[in-house]
């Protein structure tokens, strides 16, 4: 059973820095990290596959940078300047085969 576990949420003042990290059980393929807003559909943030190729949501693409640790089984997701508009629930995904989620995070973002 692949775990993921996510690390690094909580309340910050916009225009501050947040980092998320997420741990896996295993080595993983692409991984990447999702949001979901009250009221909202799950959104992708930004991916990151195996070899370092990165995706980013047009909405957070000149603020947020994704990376990953291999040898440590890790994703991370550096957030600056952050807006209200982010505030969501963080999710880690990880492909092995099938999709692996993390239980999620909450990230809030003050005005």
């Known amino acids: 059973q692949v775990r993921l576990v996510e690390s690094g949420g909580g309340l910050v003042q916009a225009g501050g820095s947040l980092r998320l990290s997420c741990a896996a059980s295993?080595?993983?393929?692409?991984m990447g990290w999702y949001r979901q807003a009250p009221g909202k559909q799950r959104e992708l943030v930004a991916t990151?596959?195996?070899?370092?190729?990165?995706n980013y949501a047009d909405s957070v693409r000149a603020r947020f940078t994704i990376s990953r640790d291999n040898a440590k089984n890790t994703v991370y997701l550096q957030m600056n300047n952050l807006k209200p508009e982010d505030t969501a629930v963080y999710y880690c995904?990880?492909?092995?085969?099938?999709?692996?989620w993390g239980q999620g995070t909450q990230i809030t973002v003050s005005s």
């Open positions: 995904k990880g492909w092995w085969g099938i999709d692996y």
């Open positions: 295993r080595s993983m393929g692409t």
């Open positions: 990151v596959t195996s070899g370092g190729t990165t």
